[in-house]
C-alpha cells in the first residue's frame, strides 16, 4: 500500500505524553458543514459560523461512565459557549500564554487551515479551568507551494478570521501572541529553528522518498521572509496589519438539550439567513420507538418563528429557548425531533436534539479584586507593589481567600487560620509561610460545635513565578477543592509553582492526596504526611527530592499511596513509611525514582515500578508487606515495562518477596529475579482497590 498517513485521535495517551491531566476535548462541532456538502455538492458559506455551530466531544461513552469526566465536560462546553455568546472574555475561557503561543506557531508556518474554527480542538485543563489549544488538520502552505519565488503571505491569518480576531481583541491573549510572533521571528531569523526543524525534515524525507521520491523538503526561504514580515506586526498595529435561493438544504436549524433536575430548556438556533418556522416538537425514547408530545411548561403555539441567522460576518446567533418537562423515561439514546420550514417554503427538515450545558457568565475558579480582599479581611495588608501580609494571630476565614494573579502571599510566624467548610485559599504567586519552632503557622477548619476537628477544602498555588518557601507549617483535615465545577484532587493542590517544604506537617487529609504538585520543581524536608484517608504525596510531571520524611497510617478508605509519581524524576532519603494500605512507593508513567535509607514497616506492597519506570532502591529496609516487598509490572499498555534495581536491601515478614510481570524486571544485587504472567486488572480490582475493604 506504500506509506500512510497516521493521524492521532484525541484521547488519554495523548494527554499522558504531553503531561496532562486526564479530562475532556472540546470543538466546534462542522459536521453540519460537511453534511451539506455532501447533500449539494458544493460548499455553502451559511454554516461556515461557529457562531452557530454545537460544541462536542469525542470518545462520549467514556465521559458517561465518568462523573469527574462529566463534570470536566460540563464546564469546557460552558466556558466554550461563554466565548461564542460573549459573557467571557477570551483569556478567562483560553490559557492566554498556550493559545497566543500556538497561533503565533501557525502564522510563522504560514499554516492556514488551523486557524478554522471547524479544525480547532481544545483540552480543558482542570488545574487552570481553561481550555489550551489543540492541533489539528495543520499542513504548511510551505509544502503545499515549496517553489522559491511564491508570495510567502504578508498578512496575518489571525485578523483575517473572524474567530480568532476575536480571541486576539482580548488584550491579555493579544499580548502573548504579539510576544510569541516576535520570539519566533527571532529564532528564525537567527537559524536556530532552521537547525531544530531541519533534521527533522531530512529524518522523515529519508522515509518518505521511498514512495514518493519527487517530494520536495521544507522550504525555510519562504519561512524566512514570511517571519522578517511578521516580526513587524505590534499590539497596537495588529488592527491593522493586514493591508489589510431556494436550494435545498441538509440542515436550517440546531436543537440542544440543557437538563436540569426535573426539568430541561431545548434550545433552538436559526443558522442560516432565511426565517424559519417550527411547526412541531416531539422527543423519542429511543431510535424507531413513537414519537411523544413535547410537554413545555408554557404552550407553544405552531408555527414557532425563529427569526433569520445573519449573514457570514455579520453572523449573530438567534435561539430560541423553551422550557419543558424532562421525562423519567428519556435516557442517553433519547432525542427531541423538531419539524421545521423556511417560512414560505412547502420543504420540511427535521432536526434531532444534542445534549449539551449552559454557557458559563463566570469562571469556577473564585476570585477576589485586591481592594476587596483588604476591605474584607482586617487581618490582610498590602506590604508593596506584589506583595500581601496576613498579620499574626488567629483568624477565622468564613470566605476564599483568592489573590490577584502575580502577587505573593505571605503569612506571618505564630499565625493560625481557620478555615470555613466552604472557605479555600487560592494564590496565583509565591506562597511564603515562614513559621519558627516556637511560632508554627497552622491551617486547618473551624472546629464544629460537637468540638470535633472541622474540615476545609484546602490551599490551591497556581502558576506562581516565583518559588513558595513553607518552614514550620501544620495543615490539617483539608478535603479536596470543589468549587462550581473546578474540582482538584489535593487538599493542597500547586500547578507550575517551585516549591520548598522544611518540617512541614499534613494531617487528617480527606482529599484523594494529602499534596498534590503538578509540573513544579519541588524539595522536602522533614516533611510529614498522617492519617489520610487516601494518598498521601501525588507529584505529577514534577521534578524533586523528599529527605528524612516520615509517612504514616496513609489511605484508610483503602487503596492509598504514600508516594505516588507520574511521569517525574524523584529522589528520596532517610524517608520512613508505617502503616501503609496501598504502595508505600508507587512510581509510574515513565517516572525515575531513587532511594536511599527508606524504612518500610506494613504496607501491601512496600515499592512498585510499572509503566516504563525506573527505580532505584539501596541500603533500605522493606518489612511486613501483604502483597510483596516490589513489584514490577505494566498497568497502562501505551507504555511498556518497568525495572526495579535493588542493592543492599533487607528484607522481613512479607507475604511474597516480590512479584515481576513477564517483561518488567527486578534486579537484587544483581541477580534478576524470575518473571511470570501478573494479572494486573485483577489486583487493582481487589486487594488494590480505591474502596475500603
Known sequence: MGIMSLEEYPTKELLESQGRRASVFVRFDESQYWDDYAHRGFYNEDYDNYLTAPVRTSQEGAIRDSATLLNDLEIATGLLKGFVSKSLPASKVFDPEKVGRFLAALEILDAKDGFW?????FYYNPISATLEPMGSDLMSEFLAWPWPDRNPGYFLYSMRNEQVRRILED??????????????AQQVADGSLESFLKPLDEKYLA??????????????????????????????????????????????????????????????????????????????????SPSMPLQSLTPIRYPLALSPNGPKGLARPVSTSIAFVYPQEMTDESVVEVVARIKGTGLTYVSRSTNSFDSLKQVPIPSNALQELLDDRVYMSRLDESTLLIAAGRHVVSETISTPPGYELRIAAGTTLLF????????????????????????????????????????????????????????????GIAHGGWKLTGGVTLYESPVRLENVSFDGSQAEDAINIIHS?????????????????????SNGSIIRGIFQNIGSAGGGDAIDISGSVVSVFGTRFLSISDKALSVGEGSRMTVTDMRIDEALTGAASKDASHLEISSSKISNTRIAGMMAYIKKPEYGPATINAV???????????????????????????????????????YMSRTPR
Request: proline share 5%; aromatic share 8%.
Open 207 to 288: 522515509v518518505l522518498h521511498r514512495d514518493i521520491p519527487l517530494l520536495r523538503p521544507f522550504d525555510f526561504g519562504n519561512m524566512k521572509r514570511r517571519a522578517a514580515h511578521l516580526s513587524t506586526a505590534t499590539v497596537e498595529n495588529l488592527d491593522y496589519f493586514n493591508s489589510l435561493d431556494e436550494r435545498g438544504h441538509a440542515l436550517i436549524l440546531h436543537a440542544q438539550v440543557i437538563k436540569r433536575a426535573e426539568s430541561a430548556r431545548l434550545d433552538l438556533t436559526n443558522v442560516i439567513p432565511a426565517p424559519l418556522e417550527v411547526l412541531n416538537i416531539s422527543w423519542r425514547m429511543e431510535p424507531g
Open 117 to 121: 474554527w471547524g479544525n480547532q480542538r
Open 648 to 686: 543492599d536491601v533487607q528484607f522481613s515478614g512479607l507475604a511474597t518477596d516480590h512479584l515481576v510481570q513477564t517483561g518488567s524486571e527486578i534486579r537484587i544485587d544483581g541477580m534478576v529475579l524470575p518473571s511470570a504472567p501478573l494479572d494486573v486488572d485483577g489486583l487493582y480490582d481487589s
Open 420 to 479: 470555613g467548610p466552604e472557605a479555600s485559599l487560592i494564590v496565583r504567586g509565591a506562597l511564603t509561610l515562614l513559621g519558627t519552632a516556637s511560632e508554627a503557622i497552622v491551617l486547618e477548619g473551624q472546629p464544629t460545635t460537637e468540638g470535633e476537628f472541622g474540615r476545609w477544602p484546602g490551599i490551591v498555588v497556581l502558576k506562581a513565578r516565583q518559588p513558595s518557601l513553607w518552614r514550620n507549617v501544620h495543615i490539617r483535615n483539608t478535603t
Open 521 to 541: 520543581e519541588f524539595e522536602f524536608e522533614e516533611v510529614a504526611i498522617a492519617d489520610t484517608v487516601s494518598d498521601g504525596f501525588d507529584a505529577d510531571f
Open 171 to 184: 488584550p491579555l491573549v493579544r499580548a502573548f501572541f504579539i510576544k510569541e510572533l516576535h520570539l519566533l
